[in-house]
């Protein structure tokens, strides 16, 4: 279906015609993304520049029924912004101002098109002391985006997911209302999301852009020590794996750790990487970190269970670059431009059984797999992940890769965990699984902020 | 060319093509320009072999799409993939592909057909193509240098300042050369990167073929755009001779102190040729021609370099201008840097970055604080002052 001429107008004259498509090549390129969710057009794609604009059309939208679905780079690979009825997607990236950042509260305040890229040129070029939890997407997923996802950073051992780390937020809400949230609502100031207040920012982390649209958000920002570096733990024995995050964790001396898996090159098979990374403003500092991490492990060391792997700086660079190009490069490896992880958020002594179910899925299916698990808080849980690539030139291969996908989300789940950025099949999963009566809340509060179901249909949609 | 058909499902849209290194901005001038994710490279990779499946038909909008990448490379410079340095032929591979069907925009076909017709893509007389080069020697054997002028600088009255200001300092270092005047024809590199494979082949075979025929060993050229398809393109066609860019020229002259630039006082920054940077690596050459007058403070703008971003003239669009409209058009970003740098004087090394700049100086309304000057003109200012 193709839009109507009347919203049409109407969209041109709410932000100008150079900001409005209802072209089929438009069309096309917003009704998938980079994974293997099946595509949907929309009907128009909208680049609005104010929050004005914003409340204008989704008063438009609610008055002729037309779904909106408010987009960052659309890079989570789950088709969370294909727009499944079709409607408007509305590309956030023209409101790319940085409007703020206090340096002795520590946050920045953003409108919702700013990158990961340009916050990061930003804090380092203005505010080195500071900076802000890089996730290892590209550098054009969003800040807003990626709270929205609950996605986590490289400092997600230290301080949570990256919607931990949100500060407040001004928000659309779908009937049209503009609304600020946390500290910002009854001072000038961005330092809470929640706390003294009702935390009602929990209304809108995690919906997926079905409870409202994000237009600001104020996010916390930490210090910046003038050195990085990582150190490298391996181990041929997946069920060390979590002991030995949980010891670096316990350090409290690391910023971020990592566990990696994968067949290729060969010098990778049958290995697990534990990466550790820590900072310092000085050399000593430096040094004590890394005594205190080699002290961690030394039993383990001593008993020739882990080895540590003194990194030449050429292995270094990759692995300290934030954000990780290393990481887009997987989707590559089959020539194919194609990957995509199930992402399960779990207990990490899961980790061993996660790892054998990914081998035995990826040698079932015939695909090649990578996995790559960030700790979460002091251990509370990680984020593992299940990765596929594939070639999008061949069918056969994407069906596959699919298919795995499915099966290890599935199995993450019969194990505990809670699928991370679930796309719509995976959503009713969760929700097949949820208490009742919390379903039942999610459920009234979706009616309560969206009663014409205008916001992103199809996401969290609960029967 | 590549078969590019067959790889360029490979793009991921993941968006590093759409930044400079440091990711301070967007530096794809398409993307920058229009916003929507289709103008940007990874968009275009998809649409074309979205077009290639057969899951779109051609159209205007999709013709515009393909045609407003400038080729300026900066996705080549940031793309993470092994397949990085192929994308642009891979977008000029789908040109070509739209040329062979007859499916492209009409200002396209107009460059194309004044190209065919004139020998220059601004429809102007082939016998005026001399008319700047008052006194200037005809290229005879035996001359060191042949001086490749271009159309251009043949033509726009920018241009032919720094084409006069050129011949001011080769005269002034008592150097060797001379021009083809009327006998010149298109180097043809926008023609190349538009896609028309058959009209570039029939550039190059005339200009090749001539400078054969006149025993040409060594080529200046003025231009960025034909010192790259001369240094570049020509060689597959039998091309054997040496191309240098008229700032390795100069630089060398200076060098060699042949030519002794006194006192010029102004900032300047300098601009960047993305046929002279990314596509060559020259990146020295007209800094240190710059550094080397006395007076000239130099300073850089924030994108420069690899880092650089484009102005928006590259694939044509100096003449097609499908780049062009609002403050978002990428000669008035570009302006915008380099004044907030505090330079009174902008630099650069290409008739087409000159005639793009010049114009979104007047639309910026800053002609009365920033002048937008060839690098050549600034030196042979130099010299007179001395």
């Given at each position: 279906m193709v839009g109507s001429r009347a919203v049409y107008d109407e969209l041109v004259r709410i932000v100008g015609k150079d900001f409005v498509s209802d072209h089929k090549e438009e069309r096309y390129f917003y009704a998938r993304d980079g994974g293997l969710m099946p595509p949907h057009e929309p009907d128009f794609v909208v680049l609005p520049n104010t929050s004005e604009q914003i409340q204008q059309i989704v008063k438009l939208a609610n008055r002729e029924q037309v779904p909106i679905v408010p987009q960052g780079a659309g890079l989570a690979l789950t088709g969370l912004v294909i727009p499944q009825r079709g409607g408007m997607v509305l590309d956030m990236k023209r409101m790319d101002r940085i409007l703020e950042v206090n340096e002795q509260a520590r946050y920045v305040v953003v409108e919702a098109g700013v990158t990961h890229g340009t916050l990061k040129n930003h804090l380092h070029r203005h505010h080195p002391q500071l900076r802000h939890s890089i996730p290892d997407s590209p550098p054009t997923a969003t800040v807003v985006a990626n709270a929205v996802i609950h996605g986590q950073g490289r400092l997600s051992q230290q301080h949570g997911f990256n919607s931990d780390m949100v500060s407040g937020l001004e928000v659309i809400l779908p009937t049209g209302e503009l609304c600020r949230i946390g500290s910002c609502s009854v001072s000038p100031y961005w330092f809470s999301k929640g706390p003294p207040l009702p935390d009602l920012s929990s209304l809108f982390l995690g919906w997926f852009g079905t409870t409202g649209i994000i237009?600001?958000?104020?996010?916390?920002?930490?210090?910046?020590?003038?050195?990085?570096?990582?150190?490298?733990?391996?181990?041929?024995?997946?069920?060390?794996?979590?002991?030995?995050?949980?010891?670096?964790?316990?350090?409290e001396m690391v910023e971020d750790v990592v566990a990696a898996a994968q067949p290729l090159p060969l010098r990778?098979?049958?290995?697990?990487?534990?990466?550790?990374?820590?900072?310092?403003?000085?050399?000593?500092?430096?040094?004590?970190?890394?005594?205190?991490?080699?002290?961690?492990?030394?039993?383990?060391?001593?008993?020739?269970?882990?080895?540590?792997?003194?990194?030449?700086?050429?292995?270094?660079?990759?692995?300290?670059?934030?954000?990780?190009?290393?990481?887009?490069?997987?989707?590559?490896?089959?020539?194919?431009?194609?990957?995509?992880?199930?992402?399960?958020i779990a207990p990490i002594e899961k980790f061993p059984l996660f790892v054998k179910k990914l081998e035995e899925?990826?040698?079932?299916?015939?695909?090649?797999?990578?996995?790559?698990?960030?700790?979460?808080?002091?251990?509370?849980?990680?984020?593992?992940?299940?990765?596929?690539?594939?070639?999008?030139?061949?069918?056969?291969?994407?069906?596959?890769?699919?298919?795995?996908?499915?099966?290890?989300?599935?199995?993450?789940?019969?194990?505990?965990?809670?699928?991370?950025?679930a796309d719509i099949d995976e959503q009713k999963l969760l929700m097949d699984r949820m208490d009742p009566n919390t379903l039942g809340l999610m459920k009234k509060i979706r009616q309560l902020l969206d009663p014409n179901g205008i916001m992103n249909p199809g996401n969290w949609e609960i029967e | 060319m590549q078969d590019y058909a067959s790889?360029?499902?490979?793009?991921?849209?993941?968006?590093?093509?759409?930044?400079?290194?440091?990711?301070?901005?967007?530096?794809?001038?398409?993307?920058?320009?229009?916003?929507?994710?289709?103008?940007?490279?990874?968009?275009?990779?998809?649409?074309?072999?979205?077009?290639?499946?057969?899951?779109?038909?051609?159209?205007?909008?999709?013709?515009?799409?393909?045609?407003?990448?400038?080729?300026c490379r900066n996705c080549v410079e940031q793309c993470p993939m092994k397949f990085a340095p192929d994308i642009v032929d891979w977008i000029v591979g789908a040109r070509s592909d739209m040329v062979e069907k007859g499916r492209i925009p009409p200002r396209v076909a107009r460059f194309f057909e004044s190209v065919h017709g004139y020998g220059n893509p601004l429809k102007l007389l082939r016998g005026d193509r001399a008319a700047w080069a008052n006194g200037v020697r005809r290229y005879a054997p035996g001359d060191e240098y042949l001086l490749y002028v271009g159309c251009l600088a043949s033509y726009?009255?920018?241009?032919?300042?720094?084409?006069?200001?050129?011949?001011?300092?080769?005269?002034?270092?008592?150097?060797?050369?001379?021009?083809?005047?009327?006998?010149?024809?298109?180097?043809?590199?926008?023609?190349?990167?538009?896609?028309?494979?058959?009209?570039?082949?029939?550039?190059?075979?005339?200009?090749?073929?001539?400078?054969?025929?006149?025993?040409?060993?060594?080529?200046?050229?003025?231009?960025?755009?034909?010192?790259?398809?001369?240094?570049?393109?020509?060689?597959?066609?039998?091309?054997?001779?040496?191309?240098?860019?008229?700032?390795?020229?100069?630089?060398?002259?200076?060098?060699?102190?042949?030519?002794?630039?006194?006192?010029?006082?102004?900032?300047?920054?300098?601009?960047?040729?993305?046929?002279?940077?990314?596509?060559?690596?020259?990146?020295?050459?007209?800094?240190?021609?710059?550094?080397?007058?006395?007076?000239?403070?130099?300073?850089e703008m924030e994108r420069n370099r690899r880092d650089a971003f484009c102005c928006g003239g590259g694939s044509g669009n100096f003449i097609t201008d499908l780049l062009a409209g609002g403050e978002d058009s990428p000669a008035r970003v570009r302006v915008r840097e380099a004044h907030q740098t505090g330079a009174d004087t902008l630099a650069v090394a290409c008739p087409g970055c000159l005639t793009m700049l010049t114009a979104a100086v007047k639309s910026e309304n800053l002609d009365e604080e920033l002048a937008v000057r060839g690098i050549s003109e600034l030196l042979s200012g130099a010299l007179s002052n001395q």
């Open positions: 237009t600001r958000l104020g996010l916390k920002l930490y210090p910046c020590k003038k050195m990085r570096d990582v150190m490298l733990a391996l181990t041929d024995r997946a069920e060390l794996v979590p002991d030995i995050m949980l010891r670096l964790s316990h350090t990778f098979k049958d290995t697990f990487w534990i990466m550790a990374y820590i900072t310092g403003d000085t050399q000593e500092e430096l040094e004590f970190k890394r005594k205190m991490v080699w002290d961690a492990l030394w039993d383990l060391f001593e008993s020739r269970d882990v080895g540590i792997l003194s990194l030449p700086s050429a292995m270094k660079g990759p692995l300290l670059s934030m954000p990780s190009k290393d990481t887009t490069r997987f989707a590559d490896v089959s020539k194919g431009g194609g990957f995509q992880y199930a992402g399960p899925v990826a040698a079932n299916y015939k695909l090649f797999y990578s996995s790559t698990s960030r700790l979460i808080g002091a251990g509370h849980c990680m984020m593992f992940s299940f990765s596929f690539s594939f070639n999008r030139a061949n069918a056969d291969e994407m069906s596959r890769a699919k298919k795995a996908l499915d099966e290890c989300s599935r199995f993450a789940l019969e194990e505990g965990g809670v699928l991370w950025k | 790889q360029i499902h490979r793009c991921f849209r993941c968006g590093y093509c759409k930044f400079p290194s440091d990711y301070s901005s967007f530096n794809c001038p398409s993307y920058r320009r229009f916003r929507f994710d289709s103008y940007s490279t990874g968009g275009r990779l998809w649409l074309i072999y979205a077009w290639l499946k057969g899951e779109i038909e051609w159209s205007e909008h999709l013709a515009e799409i393909f045609y407003t990448c400038t080729a726009d009255e920018n241009g032919q300042r720094m084409a006069r200001a050129l011949v001011e300092v080769l005269n002034a270092a008592g150097a060797s050369y001379g021009i083809l005047a009327e006998e010149e024809e298109c180097c043809g590199n926008e023609i190349y990167m538009l896609g028309e494979m058959g009209l570039f082949q029939s550039l190059a075979d005339k200009n090749i073929g001539r400078f054969r025929d006149l025993g040409v060993k060594k080529v200046i050229t003025l231009c960025p755009h034909g010192y790259n398809t001369m240094k570049n393109n020509y060689p597959a066609s039998g091309g054997d001779f040496q191309v240098y860019h008229c700032t390795q020229v100069l630089d060398d002259l200076i060098k060699r102190t042949e030519v002794k630039p006194s006192s010029l006082e102004a900032r300047v920054t300098y601009h960047d040729p993305c046929f002279l940077g990314r596509y060559n690596n020259i990146y020295e050459e007209p800094r240190r021609v710059l550094r080397s007058i006395p007076g000239i403070e130099l300073v």
